[in-house]
T-cell receptor
Framework: AQSVSQHNHHVILSEAASLELGCNYS??????LFWYVQYPGQHLQLLLK??????LVKGIKGFEAEFIKSKFSFNLRKPSVQWSDTAEYFC???????????FGAGTTVTVRA | SAVISQKPSRDICQRGTSLTIQCQVD?????MFWYRQQPGQSLTLIAT?????????ESGFVIDKFPISRPNLTFSTLTVSNMSPEDSSIYLC??????????FGPGTRLTVL
């Protein structure tokens, strides 16, 4: 079965600090990769996704993620966080041609002003 | 993407009762999904609901406890039956749109006393 690991449970940063959240998955074949964000009191939103092509993908609000196939990783980054980036971040993986989306446990990011 | 609404947004219920959650999408979609997000945890897929066929349940979830209807391409319901406090969760519906990407509704926060 597919598993998705997010290494950080809770990250606390100051504004303007850089952010990197780790995500690893277990499936060895072709996958589609996603990062979702859930801001306080809001619903889950798609931040970015990777299906194929350039392994460095850019999403909304200045976020980017890099797919490293050899490491089974899809880490999320932002060079300079803002207070408004305080949220819960979920990595999700979908095996190509399957409908199931497997989620990591989530990382709570708190940005201090 | 799609505009997805859920009703109710939250409810407090007594144990032993049932609650039906509605999910409405503003466009026709083939695949709809129901997830559960227990407090402090990630999302777990309950079942997949395709119009015109029986819902497909994931391991650990059964139709008697979580009956699902999918009468058309824009609407689905999930019923949480014979509730206990362990059913207290956020229940989310999602739809699969372009390029195998899922978009999520705002969720229904259920508290069972």
């Amino acid at each position: 079965a597919q598993s998705v690991s997010q290494h950080n449970h809770h990250v606390i940063l100051s504004e303007a600090a850089s952010l990197e959240l780790g995500c690893n998955y277990s499936y060895g074949g072709t996958v589609n990769l996603f990062w979702y964000v859930q801001y306080p009191g809001q619903h889950l939103q798609l931040l970015l996704k990777y299906f194929s092509g350039d392994p460095l993908v850019k999403g909304i609000k200045g976020f980017e993620a890099e797919f490293i196939k050899s490491k089974f990783s899809f880490n999320l980054r932002k060079p300079s966080v803002q207070w408004s980036d305080t949220a819960e971040y979920f990595c999700a993986v979908k095996i190509s041609n399957d409908y199931k989306l497997s989620f990591g446990a989530g990382t709570t990011v708190t940005v201090r002003a | 993407s799609a505009v997805i609404s859920q009703k109710p947004s939250r409810d407090i219920c007594q144990r032993g009762t049932s609650l039906t959650i509605q999910c409405q999408v503003d466009s026709q979609v083939t695949m709809m999904f129901w997830y559960r997000q227990q407090p402090g945890q990630s999302l777990t897929l309950i079942a997949t609901a395709n119009q015109g066929s029986e819902a497909t349940y994931e391991s650990g979830f059964v139709i008697d406890k979580f009956p699902i209807s999918r009468p058309n391409l824009t609407f689905s319901t999930l019923t949480v039956s014979n509730m206990s406090p362990e059913d207290s969760s956020i229940y989310l519906c999602s739809v699969e749109m372009e390029a195998d990407t899922q978009y999520f509704g705002p969720g229904t926060r259920l508290t069972v006393l």
